[in-house]
T-cell receptor
Framework: EDQVTQSPEALRLQEGESSSLNCSYT??????LFWYRQDPGKGPEFLFT???AGEEKEKERLKATLTKKESFLHITAPKPEDSATYLC??????????FGAGTRLTVKP | NAGVTQTPKFRVLKTGQSMTLLCAQD?????MYWYRQDPGMGLRLIHY???????AKGEVPDGYNVSRLKKQNFLLGLESAAPSQTSVYFC?????????FGPGTRLTVL
């Protein structure tokens, strides 16, 4: 069965303090690994799709990387507006989408 | 473009009542999804559709039914609501693996 585990559950950073979020996964044939951002009371917002091990994608202060067993979301010099819950999801060959429980990030000024 | 819209935004039901949640998208996407989100459990896929007239079960389909009669609409039905179905429900549509989510429906079953 496909599984996604995210760590840590919560992360508190000072503004400018870089860190990484982890997403470990098991899937029967990876179609894609996805990162989303979710603000309170809103639907998730798409950030990245990664398709194969070794792939990296960047957007502003965020960089996502992928290996055969896990993905990292690196946050460089975060700002308070980066505070949100970050969700990781995988899609297997059966088109099923499996999400992790998320990492709740708080960036203090 | 409105993107993905969901109706209603909030609803309170009594155990045993039925209701239908409506999801509409104006982006001409083939794929549509229904999820529920509970505290500490992330998003769980209920049902999805890969095109008009097709539906498939996701991770937690029991107690729900869906229909995709028109490409732009995806309906989620609860025939006999139970307190365990209290949750926030999100609809999404996708193009090229990127999912676009609606604002959610907060459902409480008493």
């Amino acid at each position: 069965e496909d599984q996604v585990t995210q760590s840590p559950e919560a992360l508190r950073l000072q503004e400018g303090e870089s860190s990484s979020l982890n997403c470990s996964y098991t899937v029967s044939g990876l179609r894609g690994l996805f990162w989303y951002r979710q603000d309170p009371g809103k639907g998730p917002e798409f950030l990245f799709t990664l398709y194969s091990a070794g792939e990296e994608k960047e957007k502003e202060r965020l960089k996502a990387t992928l290996t055969k067993k896990e993905s990292f979301l690196h946050i460089t010099a975060p700002k308070p507006e980066d505070s949100a819950t970050y969700l990781c999801a995988v899609q297997g060959l059966n088109n099923d989408m499996r999400f992790g429980a998320g990492t709740r990030l708080t960036v203090k000024p | 473009n409105a993107g993905v819209t969901q109706t209603p935004k909030f609803r309170v039901l009594k155990t045993g009542q039925s209701m239908t949640l409506l999801c509409a998208q104006d982006m001409n996407h083939e794929y549509m999804y229904w999820y529920r989100q509970d505290p500490g459990m992330g998003l769980r896929l209920i049902h999805y559709s890969v095109g008009e007239g097709t539906t498939a079960k996701g991770e937690v389909p029991d107690g729900y039914n869906v229909s995709r009669l028109k490409k732009q609409n995806f309906l989620l039905g609860l025939e006999s609501a139970a307190p365990s179905q209290t949750s926030v429900y999100f609809c999404a549509s996708s193009y090229n693996h990127e999912q676009f989510f609606g604002p959610g429906t907060r459902l409480t079953v008493l």
